[in-house]
């Protein structure tokens, strides 16, 4: 059975940092791409960044020189690195793993961050 657990959320005073875990079962992590994904209420979801199997990372424009992707092979983990935290920030923030070739995808649960003074 396949379960990805996110962890890490949190309340931050703008500036600060957080990191967001993603812990994935079901022996899928090497053959997936992994995504952070948040949604802001009344807004859709959005990609914020995604490291796929063969070492390429995307970040969304938002984020790029704050957030960092990396993944764990060893953990079955994937992280997210948020630096230089701002209120834009706020939202609930959900791991993604997917494979393109299969056309499958899984999500977690989401992990609340709120970026408040």
């Known amino acids: 059975q396949v379960q990805l657990v996110e962890s890490g959320g949190g309340f931050v005073q703008p500036g600060g940092s957080l990191r967001l875990s993603c812990v994935v079962s079901?022996?899928?992590?090497?053959?997936?791409?992994m995504g952070w994904y948040r949604q802001a209420p009344g807004k859709k979801r959005e990609l914020v960044a995604e490291?796929?199997?063969?070492?390429?990372?995307n970040y969304a424009d938002s984020v790029k020189g704050r957030f960092t992707i990396s993944r764990d092979y060893a953990q079955n983990t994937v992280y997210l690195q948020m630096n230089s935290l701002k209120p834009e920030d706020t939202a609930a923030y959900y791991c993604r793993a997917h494979n393109s070739r299969l056309s499958a995808y899984y999500w977690g649960q989401g992990t609340q961050v709120t970026v408040s003074s």
């Open positions: 079901g022996r899928i992590f090497s053959n997936y791409d």
């Open positions: 490291a796929t199997t063969g070492g390429f990372t």
